[in-house]
């Protein structure tokens, strides 16, 4: 198992490396970071912006070839991924806003799977009724639904909420706002500009995984092995969540890891809609205000958190499924 | 099946059904489906027709008019430039099914194609496809096309631009499946049959191994408009997708989102029929694997 995967991890990381590179000439070529100052006013000095944009290995008249040796040297020499045009380092800006991403997601993701879980294994041994009619097609209209659809129509939701009770229960602009000074008012304030965007990842993440789980269960249910169960006695609730959700776990924990794993890259949508300046966002901006540098960062940052979903989701399997475990 | 039951088939002769029929039947069985087929079918006509009965066309500046709600005038109300919402929501709609369905056209013969053929003739073209298929799947495709439609910003075809990359990265994962598919039909008597007849390798992988896969191509072809739809709003959304003055539903989209709270009607027409077609696609790729499936649950009724 180790071999195997440090085969697979040895495979991973040379793949990374050409999907990186690809990405930076790409980016360095269709990015032109002169363009930030071209709006400046009074304009700035030819001769010294050139000078500067040498300086962060950003200036178009230095062959694309020389600048990604420059910036290669960079990241294996001193992880130094590169400055923007502005000259802030991108490392500092990609490691305060990993975090931002992670504190948006969490909640909503883990909540999410939870719920999704559970509603999806619940639907399935209620095959067809109302209930399950209900769930099904909510998750369904969910599913169908872009994120940032919902996310702007919990906005909407969410202003005349505010309205009809006279209380402003829900902030949806960026990570805090204004508080009082009595205790606890900061934590408090950003519980409160979390709380609508974790709904409205909750809703995405549970909806999407309702209806995988369901389906599994639906055929774990259909198993000689959960009729055995019923057969020699076993209570209906025994045997559904001991006999029948555990082996629909299996294939649902692959997609868990995946997740749990690329959780760090945010959702672009959802950081956007609600200006929450997080990884996604960032690389939005740099696409805007050309910042070649940032997009690769952010680019090999999601490569790495596919790369570890993808052995965590083998993980997963591993401890699971009682065949690959003792197998 | 006991005896009695063999007897009384025989007794009783029915008319052999063939298989598409059989399929058609199960499908229509599925009321969600039929809804979802009907819903898809009236779009595509509304999307065709309508453009040329409409008073306002979806590029037509109405000077005066700006972000006025909807009224007689403008059925769905104007945008911020004064162009007519309803208008540029039928446009969207149509732009919207064209890179849906071109997307999906692609991509399905892509994987179709990839994956047969890395099943097929396994060794070094199994590895090397095999490797493509990492090498494009280790990087979220969102942030690849981003890059790569923000390079080439020109308004005039776009969308044609858009739908060839949303197609190149959007195959990989059925191109896993057909590979796995084609590992275990490769060895079928009837497969090495027509190879020791001497007929080439194209034509045993068209004539004898896609036809007994096309279930799953016929599904992923249908789920894949959907996905391709919500991919392109997503990518128009942030300005990355189809560019103004061309229109599609994300681009509407993200030009109402700004002004939601205060202007709602320009975001919610197009995201009203945007999630309307999406479903409509999905009830119908339901319906079809369901009806295609041989192991399906409809309790042995045809």
């Known amino acids: 198992m180790a071999r195997y995967i440090a085969k697979r991890l040895a495979n991973y990381v040379v793949l990374l490396f050409l999907a990186v590179s690809a990405v930076y000439f790409l980016a360095a070529s269709t990015l032109n970071a002169r363009a930030v100052y071209a709006v400046r006013n009074p304009p700035v000095d030819p001769g010294v912006l050139d000078a500067m944009l040498y300086r962060w290995n950003l200036n178009d008249k230095t062959p694309i070839l020389e600048r990604y040796l420059v910036w290669l040297k960079g990241v294996f020499t001193h992880w130094d991924w590169g400055f923007t045009a502005t000259g802030a380092w991108v490392n500092d800006d990609v490691s305060i806003k990993m975090w931002v991403s992670l504190r948006l997601m969490l909640i909503g993701t883990l909540a999410g799977i939870i719920v999704g879980i559970l509603v999806g294994a619940w639907t399935a041994t209620r095959q067809y009724k109302p209930s399950d009619r209900a769930f099904t097609g909510f998750a369904l209209l969910i599913v169908c639904t872009p994120s940032f659809v919902i996310g702007i129509a919990s906005q909407i939701l969410a202003i005349n909420v505010n309205r009809w009770t006279g209380v402003t229960i829900f902030e949806f602009v960026g990570e805090a706002g204004r508080h009082g000074s009595y205790f606890g008012a900061v934590?408090?304030?950003r519980l409160q500009h979390l709380l609508l965007p974790t709904l409205a990842l909750l809703l995405i993440q549970a909806a999407f995984l309702s209806r995988i789980q369901r389906n599994l269960m639906l055929d774990s249910l259909g198993e000689d092995y959960v009729r055995t169960a019923r057969a020699k006695g076993l209570p209906k609730s025994k045997a559904v969540m001991k006999h029948a959700l555990r082996t629909a776990l299996i294939p649902t924990g692959t997609y868990v890891a995946f997740s749990l794993a690329t959780m760090f890259t945010g959702a672009f949508y959802t950081e956007k809609v609600f200006s929450f300046p997080g990884l996604g966002a960032y690389f939005v901006d740099s696409l805007m205000n050309p910042n070649p540098h940032g997009v690769v960062a952010v680019t090999a940052f999601s490569g790495v958190c596919v790369v570890c979903g993808a052995i965590l989701s083998d993980i997963a399997v591993a401890i699971l499924d009682p065949r690959v475990r003792l197998g | 099946m006991t005896t009695d039951t063999i007897a009384e088939s025989t007794a009783t002769p029915r008319r052999r059904m063939s298989r598409s029929k059989l399929t058609l039947r199960r499908?229509?069985?599925?009321?969600?489906?039929?809804?979802?087929?009907?819903?898809?079918v009236a779009l595509i006509l509304i999307a065709i027709i309508t453009p040329h009965m409409l008073p306002w066309t979806y590029d037509q500046i109405d000077s005066g008019h700006f972000l006025k709600a909807p009224d007689g005038r403008h059925w769905l109300g104007t945008t911020q430039a004064g162009r007519d919402v309803l208008a540029m929501t039928v446009h969207g709609m149509s732009r919207s099914l064209i890179i849906g369905f071109t997307v999906a056209v692609l991509q399905t013969t892509i994987s179709c194609t990839l994956g047969a053929t890395a099943a097929y003739f396994g060794r070094w073209s199994e590895k090397s496809i095999m490797w493509v298929i990492d090498l494009f799947q280790i990087i979220p495709s969102f942030l690849v096309i981003a890059v790569i439609m923000k390079g080439h910003s020109t308004p005039k075809n776009s969308w044609l631009l858009l739908a060839l990359l949303l197609a190149a990265w959007g195959w990989m994962m059925t191109a896993r499946v057909v590979r796995s598919l084609t590992l275990s039909l490769k060895h079928r008597e009837y497969v090495l049959a027509a190879k020791y007849m001497g007929l080439p390798a194209y034509k045993i992988i068209a004539r004898h191994i896609l036809p007994n896969i096309s279930?799953?191509?016929?599904?992923?072809?249908?789920?894949?408009?959907?996905?391709?739809?919500?991919?392109?709003?997503?990518?128009?959304?942030?300005g990355f997708g189809v560019m103004a003055p061309d229109t599609s539903l994300g681009t509407l989209i993200s030009e109402g989102a700004r002004l939601a709270t205060t202007y709602p009607w320009i975001?919610?027409?197009?995201?009203i029929v945007l999630v309307i077609l999406v479903m409509c696609v999905n009830a119908v790729g339901d319906g079809l694997r369901d009806a295609l499936d041989p192991n399906s649950s409809s309790g042995g009724r045809a």
């Open chain 2, 267 to 271: 975001f919610s027409a197009p995201a």
């Open chain 2, 215 to 238: 279930s799953l191509l016929i599904v992923d072809l249908t789920l894949g408009v959907g996905y391709a739809i919500l991919a392109e709003t997503g990518l128009s959304f942030f």
């Open chain 2, 27 to 40: 499908f229509l069985r599925n009321k969600m489906a039929v809804v979802g087929a009907c819903g898809i």
């Open chain 1, 187 to 189: 934590f408090f304030d």
